[in-house]
């Protein structure tokens, strides 16, 4: 079992800066790739960003490719966020997420919702124009 718990959410103006943190525990050497999901109202969960679990590969979805950093700190089993130049758009709520399966040769991507196990609860990114 891996828990999860995100941290850092908040408001922003446009263009505005924040920095989201997740801190794991419990068998976080099971894990392959961790990654950033958000959910917006009435909106369907997405991938944001993700990485591997060496910290050799990083994902990045269209949307926020130039704006957001993933990065991780294995001794403090943490995972940041950080997003720079902020639109309305990115307003949603942000989890943090762990895969403990190798991406697949055929039909997976690293922003494959159901490939991912293990979730926290949420924190509420609003970015307000």
């Known amino acids: 079992q891996v828990q999860l718990v995100e941290s850092g959410g908040g408001s922003a103006q446009t263009g505005g800066s924040l920095r989201l943190s997740c801190t794991a525990s419990?068998?976080?050497?099971?894990?392959?790739?961790m990654a950033w999901f958000r959910q917006a109202p009435g909106k369907e969960r997405e991938e944001v960003i993700g990485i591997s679990s060496g910290g050799t590969i990083t994902y990045y979805a269209e949307s926020v490719k130039g704006r957001f950093t993933i990065s991780q700190d294995k001794a403090k089993s943490t995972l940041s966020l950080q997003m720079l130049s902020l639109k309305p758009e990115d307003t949603a709520i942000y989890y943090c997420a762990a895969r403990d399966t190798p991406l697949s040769l055929f039909g997976d991507s690293w922003g494959r919702l159901d490939k991912y196990r293990y979730w926290g609860q949420g924190t509420q990114v609003t970015v307000s124009s």
């Open positions: 419990g068998n976080t050497y099971r894990t392959y790739y």
